[in-house]
C-alpha cells in the first residue's frame, strides 16, 4: 500500500521467471500504473497475453483484463474497497460499461474473425479456383469490393489473400494513400518490395521482360532503377507503361503459380493508377491472375468510376457490394457480455458498421444516448466525429513520445520506416522505436515487410491521427519530412506532396521543386504534373505571371492528361502574358493553342490563330515562321483540304530552307510529299519523299524530334502504295513515342499502321492497331481522334465478319455527329464518313451511302479524299447505285472513277476502275463475257499490288460471271475457289462465307 516503487523493483525479476503466473504480471502492471509508468504497465500486459498464447493457447483471465481495462481508462487502481467488491449496495459501478475484453484483444480477434460475409467468401474461392485451374493464355480475374468507410473492403481483402495463399498463388497488396498522389502508389506500393526481393539472378521475374519494357518499369517502380537500365534519366510515356506492367504481371502470374493482387482504397487513388486499372481492366493480362480492386464508391475518382462503370456494363468482371452487418452477426463480435440495452444503443449508432462498432464501444452510454446514428454514406469527411472522437481518446492513454510518433507517422503516410519517423519526431531511434512498440501494443500501427517498416492498422485510423493534429503543427512536420526526404536524396516527385503542404506563399525554392516534379512525372502521370505546377505557380502568386513557362509546363500537362479545354484557355491566358519579343514562347505558345483548338474540332479557330500570330513577322526568326507554316500545313491536311496544305507546305520548305534547321526542313518536306500526294501530284510526291529519305539517316531516325517527320513519311508511302515501307517508318516512329513519352501522335501512328495491314490483308494485326488508336485516341481526349480510330475499327470488323461489333461502333458514331450537329459543326475526316457510308450500303441503306460518301468527298468529284483512294469510293458509289436500280447514275460515277486516275499514280486505281466496270456489266446481264474480263483484270492487279481482300472480292466477281458461260463452269469455280482462300486465311470470314456461297450455287445448279 503506497510502496509500489519498492515493489516495482522486485517484481520484474519474479514475473521474468514466472512469466505465466498472472497474479504476479498483475502486481506489476498495477505497481507501473500507480507510479505513472503506464505505458510500461501496458506493455506487461501485452507480453503477458502473448506469452499465455503461445504456450497454453489462452487469453489472460478476467482480473488481469478489468485490470488492463482500467489502465486504458486512467481509473483509480491502488487495491481497496472498490476491489473487494464493497460500498454503497456492495456494487462498483464502472466509469465505462464493461465491453467484451481489451481494445488490443477485442481486434485480435476481429482480425480472425469473419463473420456475415459467406456470399462474398463463396464468390472469393470460386475466382481463386477459376485462377488457380486457369490454363496457361487464359484471361485475368477481376474482382470489385465497393463499400462505404470502415464496412469491412480490407478485412475482405486480408481473407481473399489468405485463401490465396493456401492456394499456393503468389499474393501481392497495395493501396492508394490519403494526403498523397505520387503517381502510380497502389501499384508501386504493391509490386516494388516484391520486386526488389526478387532481383537475384535467374529468379527475377523482371528478366523474362525485354529492355523496352524495362525502360518503361524502371520510370515508376525504384526496385528497377540499376545499372541495367539505361544511362541518365528514364523517360516514359503511359500508353506503353500500361502495356509494360501487363507484361510484368503475367510473367509474375504465369510459371504455374498464379497472381492475386490486390489493390485497396482506390477511392484515394491518382489520376495515373486510375487509368493504369482502367487499362487492365480492358486489357486483363493472359496470365492466372486475379484483380481485386476495393474502393469508397461515393469518393471514387471520375476516371476510376467510368472505367469501373464499362466494366460492370461489359460484364468484365464481377462486384461485391458490402452493406452493414446485421445485428445478429455483429452481436457475434461485439457483443460478449454487453446489456442488451446497450448493445441496441450501440448498433443503432454505428449502423451496422464493424469498425465504427469497435471504436464505439469505448464511448459512456451517456454520450452514446446523445450521439445521433452514423451514415457513412453522408459523412463528409473521411471519419464521423464521433470515431474520430474516440479514436483520439485511444491515443490519449498514450505516452507523450508515441502520441507524437502516432502523429508523425500520420504526416508520412499510410506506412512508413521507424528511420523516418525518428528524424522528422527529431528523436533518437531508441525512443522512437520504444514509442512504436507502445503504439503497436495498442494495435494503433502494425509491423509489415522489412524489419523497421510499419502501417496503421487501418486508413481511418491514420486519419483521425491526421485530423486530430493542429494545423501549424502539421505544416512544420510536412516541412520537416520534406528536409529529411532531400537529405537522404529522394526525388523531387517524392517530396512534393510533402512540401505543398508545408510551403509558404512566395517561397520560390519549394515552387521550382514543385516545378522540377511536375516535369520529372509529366510523361507518365500528366495529371499529377498539372496538379503540381499548378501549386507551384500558387505559391508564387502575382510572381507567376512573371513565369510564363510554369504557365505553358501545366496547360502542357492538362492536355496531355486530355483535359484539352482547360489546357486551351490556359494558353490562351499565357500567352496575355508574353510580351511582344518573346518570338520563340510566343511561337510555342501558339502551335500548342491552336493544337488543342483542332483536337477540340475547332480547324477554323486554330487556322485564325495561326494565321494571326504569321501576321506578326517582325522579330520573327525563319525557324518560327516555318513553325507556324507547318502547322498550318498539318491542319489544312487534317481537314482534307488538299490544295491549301500544298501552298502552306511549299511556304514551309523554304522558310526550314532559310533557317537551315535539319529537323523543320525533314518535316516541311514529308509534308509536301503528303500534301503532294493527297492532290495526285504523284511525280512531285515521290520527288520530295525520296530527297527526304536520303538525308534522314538512320542516326536522324532515332532522334526524338523526327517522330513528326516519321509519321507523315508512313501516311505518304501508304498513299502511294508502299505499304511495307510505310510500316517500317510507322514502327519507327511508335518506338520514339515509347522511348520520350510523345503521346500526341500515337493515334495517328497507330491508325497508319491499322490501314497498311488492312490493306495488306493482314486483319488480327489490323484489329490490333485500330484498337491502339482508340485506345491511344482516349488519353489525349480528341473526339476527333476517337471518331476517326473508331470508324478504322468498324471497318476492320466489318472485313472480319463481326458485323455486331461494326454496326455497334457505326451507331456510336452516328450518334456522336448527330450530337456534334447539334452543338456545332465537328470536323471530322473524309475517309471517316466514307467508311460510315460504306457501312450504310452493307446494311442495306445505298441512299445514305450515296449521301454520306458524296457529303465526306465535298461533292460529286470527291475532292477531299486524297487522289489515290478516289477511285475506292467512286467505286463504293457505283455499287450503291446498282442497289438503287440506277445504271445511268452507276455508269456515270464508274465514268468519274476513270477520269480521277493520273498516270503516275498507284497501279490500284486500275483494279478498282476495272472491278467498277465488272459489276456494271454484271448488272446489266448481257455482258457476262466483258465482266468476267474485267473482274479477272482488277484480280490481277490488286494481286501484284498485294491487296488480297480486294483481289477476293474482284474474284468472286469473275467467278459468277463466269458462269454465265456453261463452258466456263469449271473456271467459274476456281475463281471462287480462290476467293474464299485468300480471305479465309486472313481472317475476313464473311467475305469467306460469300464465295462458298457463290461457289455451292454454281456447282450445285443443273447444267444446261
Same mark, same amino acid.
Given at each position: ?34 507510479? &505513472? ?11 503477458l ?30 487495491? %481497496? ?30 482480425? $480472425? ?52 495463399r ?18 502510380? %502508389? ?5 509490386l ?10 535467374g ?37 506503353w507503361?500500361?502495356?509494360?506492367v ?40 493472359k496470365?492466372?491472375?486475379l ?23 461489359? #460484364? ?6 458490402? &452493406? ?27 449502423g ?59 504526416? *508520412? ?12 519526431a ?10 512504436l ?12 515487410g ?23 503543427w502539421?505544416? #512544420? ?56 505546377? &499548378? ?10 505571371r ?11 500537362a ?92 511549299e511556304?514551309?520548305?523554304v ?26 501530284e ?38 502511294? &502504295?508502299?505499304?511495307? #515501307? ?14 520520350? $513519352?510523345?503521346?500526341? *501522335? ?78 456545332g459543326?465537328?470536323?471530322v475526316? #473524309? ?31 470527291? *475532292? ?56 456494271l ?71 469467306s ?16
Open positions: 500500500m503506497g510502496n509500489h516503487a519498492a515493489v516495482v523493483g522486485r517484481l520484474p525479476d519474479l514475473v521474468a521467471e514466472h512469466p505465466l503466473v498472472e497474479p504476479l504480471a498483475a502486481a506489476l502492471m498495477r505497481a507501473l500504473h500507480i507510479g &505513472g509508468r503506464g505505458p510500461e504497465a501496458l506493455a506487461c500486459f501485452a507480453a497475453r502473448e506469452r499465455l498464447a503461445e504456450e497454453l493457447g489462452t487469453d489472460p483471465g478476467p482480473e488481469v483484463r478489468r485490470l488492463h481495462q482500467a489502465i486504458l481508462r486512467g481509473e483509480d487502481t491502488a487495491p %481497496g474497497r472498490a476491489d473487494r467488491g464493497e460500498g454503497s449496495g456492495g456494487t462498483r459501478r464502472p466509469a465505462v460499461p464493461a465491453t467484451v475484453g481489451t481494445l488490443p484483444e477485442m481486434r485480435s480477434r476481429l482480425s $480472425g474473425l469473419l463473420v456475415g460475409r459467406a456470399e462474398e467468401v463463396a464468390m472469393f474461392d470460386r475466382a481463386l479456383k477459376d485462377v488457380a485451374t486457369s490454363e496457361p493464355g487464359t484471361r485475368a480475374h477481376v474482382v470489385e469490393l465497393a463499400g462505404e468507410p470502415g464496412i469491412g473492403k480490407t478485412r475482405l481483402l486480408a481473407e481473399l489473400g489468405e485463401r490465396a493456401q492456394r499456393g498463388l503468389l499474393v501481392l497488396a497495395g493501396r492508394s494513400v490519403q494526403f498523397d498522389q505520387a503517381p502510380y %502508389g497502389a501499384f508501386v506500393d504493391a516494388d518490395d516484391h520486386l526488389a526481393s526478387a532481383m537475384v539472378p529468379g527475377n521475374p523482371v528478366d523474362a521482360l525485354p529492355k523496352a519494357a524495362l525502360r518503361q518499369l524502371g520510370a515508376v517502380f525504384p526496385a528497377l532503377w540499376d545499372d541495367r537500365l539505361a544511362a541518365g534519366p528514364v523517360r516514359a510515356e503511359r500508353y507503361l500500361h502495356r509494360a501487363r507484361s510484368l504481371l503475367e510473367v509474375m502470374g504465369g510459371g504455374g503459380q498464379g497472381l492475386v493482387l490486390s489493390l485497396d482504397d482506390l477511392h484515394w487513388a491518382d489520376d495515373a493508377t486510375a487509368e493504369l486499372i482502367d487499362h487492365l481492366i480492358r486489357h486483363p493480362p496470365a492466372p491472375v484483380l481485386a480492386l476495393a474502393h469508397r464508391p461515393r469518393q471514387i475518382p471520375p476516371r476510376l468510376s467510368a472505367a469501373l462503370a464499362r466494366a460492370r456494363a461489359d #460484364s468484365r468482371m464481377s462486384q461485391v457490394g458490402l &452493406g452493414p452487418l446485421s445485428s445478429t452477426d455483429a452481436a457475434r463480435l461485439f457483443a460478449g457480455d454487453m446489456g442488451p440495452g446497450r448493445w441496441r444503443q450501440l448498433y443503432e449508432v454505428s451496422g458498421n464493424p469498425f465504427y462498432l469497435e471504436a464505439l464501444t469505448r464511448m459512456p452510454s451517456e454520450q452514446l444516448a446523445a450521439a445521433i446514428p452514423l451514415d457513412p454514406s453522408a459523412s463528409v469527411r473521411d471519419v464521423p466525429r464521433p470515431v474520430r472522437d474516440s479514436l483520439l481518446a485511444e491515443l490519449q492513454t498514450l505516452s507523450d513520445p508515441a502520441r507524437l510518433s502516432a502523429r508523425v507517422a500520420a504526416v *508520412l503516410g499510410d506506412s512508413f520506416a521507424a528511420t523516418m519517423v525518428a528524424a522528422v527529431g528523436s533518437d531511434q531508441a525512443r522512437t522505436l520504444a514509442a512498440d507502445e503504439l503497436t501494443a495498442h494495435d494503433v500501427v502494425r509491423p509489415v522489412a524489419p523497421g517498416q510499419f502501417r496503421f492498422r487501418h486508413p481511418l485510423v491514420r486519419a483521425a491521427v491526421y485530423e486530430g493534429a493542429g494545423a501549424g502539421l505544416i #512544420s512536420a510536412h516541412g520537416r519530412a520534406a528536409e529529411c526526404l532531400a537529405a537522404r536524396g529522394a526525388s523531387s516527385a517524392a517530396r512534393a506532396s510533402h512540401v505543398q503542404r508545408s510551403a509558404h506563399p512566395g517561397d520560390e525554392k519549394a515552387a521550382d521543386l514543385l516545378a522540377r516534379a511536375g516535369r520529372d512525372v509529366l510523361t507518365i502521370a500528366p495529371a499529377t504534373a498539372a496538379h503540381w505546377t &499548378g501549386e507551384a505557380l500558387r505559391l508564387l502568386g502575382d510572381d507567376g512573371l513565369r510564363p513557362e510554369l504557365w505553358f509546363q501545366r496547360a502542357s492538362l492536355g496531355a492528361a486530355g483535359r484539352l479545354r482547360e489546357s486551351r484557355d490556359l494558353l490562351r491566358a499565357t500567352a496575355s502574358l508574353l510580351p511582344a519579343q518573346a518570338g520563340d514562347m510566343r511561337v510555342r505558345v501558339a502551335v500548342a493553342q491552336a493544337t488543342m483548338e483542332w483536337m477540340l474540332g475547332g480547324y477554323q479557330q486554330a487556322m485564325r490563330l495561326l494565321l494571326r500570330e504569321l501576321e506578326d513577322r517582325d522579330g520573327r526568326s525563319e525557324h518560327n515562321i516555318a513553325e507556324l507554316e507547318m502547322a498550318l500545313a498539318a491542319i489544312s491536311q487534317r481537314t482534307d483540304e488538299f490544295s491549301t496544305a500544298v501552298r502552306w507546305s511556304q514551309a520548305l522558310s526550314a530552307e532559310r533557317a537551315g534547321d535539319p529537323t523543320r526542313l525533314a518535316l516541311a518536306r514529308g509534308l509536301l510529299a503528303l500534301a503532294y500526294a493527297s492532290v495526285g504523284h511525280a512531285r510526291s515521290r520527288s520530295h519523299l525520296s530527297q527526304l529519305l536520303e538525308t534522314l539517316g538512320a542516326a536522324q531516325s532515332e532522334q526524338p524530334e523526327y517522330i513528326d517527320a516519321l509519321s507523315v513519311i508512313g501516311w505518304t508511302e501508304l498513299l502511294q &502504295g508502299r505499304y511495307d #515501307s510505310a510500316l517500317q517508318h510507322l514502327d519507327q516512329g511508335l518506338e520514339l513515342s515509347r522511348r520520350t $513519352g510523345n503521346s500526341l *501522335l500515337l493515334s495517328d501512328l497507330f491508325a497508319a499502321s491499322a490501314h497498311a495491314h488492312l490493306l495488306l490483308g493482314r486483319l488480327d494485326d489490323a484489329s490490333r492497331c485500330a484498337e491502339e488508336a482508340l485506345e491511344a485516341a482516349s488519353f489525349v481526349g480528341s473526339e476527333e481522334a476517337s471518331l476517326f480510330a473508331s470508324a478504322v475499327l468498324a471497318a476492320t470488323r466489318l472485313w472480319q465478319g463481326d458485323y455486331a461489333t461494326a454496326n455497334s461502333i457505326f451507331e456510336k458514331l452516328v450518334a456522336s455527329l448527330h450530337t456534334a450537329d447539334d452543338s459543326p465537328l470536323q475526316r #473524309s475517309v471517316a464518313l466514307g467508311i460510315l457510308g460504306q457501312s450504310m450500303l452493307f446494311n442495306g441503306d445505298p441512299d445514305g451511302c450515296v449521301r454520306m460518301v458524296t457529303r465526306a468527298g465535298g461533292g460529286p468529284d470527291l *475532292l477531299r479524299f486524297e487522289a489515290s483512294t478516289r477511285t475506292l469510293w467512286f467505286g463504293l458509289l457505283t455499287s450503291a447505285e446498282l442497289a438503287r436500280g440506277d445504271l445511268v447514275a452507276a455508269g456515270s460515277w464508274a465514268d468519274r472513277a476513270a477520269a480521277s486516275v493520273s498516270p503516275d499514280g498507284p497501279h490500284h486505281q486500275r483494279a478498282f476502275i476495272a472491278l467498277s466496270r465488272a459489276e456489266h454484271l448488272a446489266r446481264q448481257d455482258t457476262a463475257v466483258v465482266a468476267a474480263r474485267f473482274a479477272q483484270e482488277a484480280a490481277e492487279v490488286f494481286s501484284a499490288c498485294r491487296m488480297p481482300l480486294y483481289e477476293a472480292i474482284a474474284r468472286i466477281k469473275a467467278g459468277v460471271a463466269l458462269a454465265a458461260s456453261p463452258e466456263r463452269r469449271t473456271d467459274a469455280l476456281a475463281q471462287l475457289e480462290q476467293s474464299q482462300a485468300l480471305s479465309g486465311t486472313r481472317g475476313a470470314h464473311g467475305l462465307a460469300l464465295a462458298e456461297a457463290e461457289y455451292r450455287r454454281i456447282a450445285d445448279s443443273p447444267v444446261p
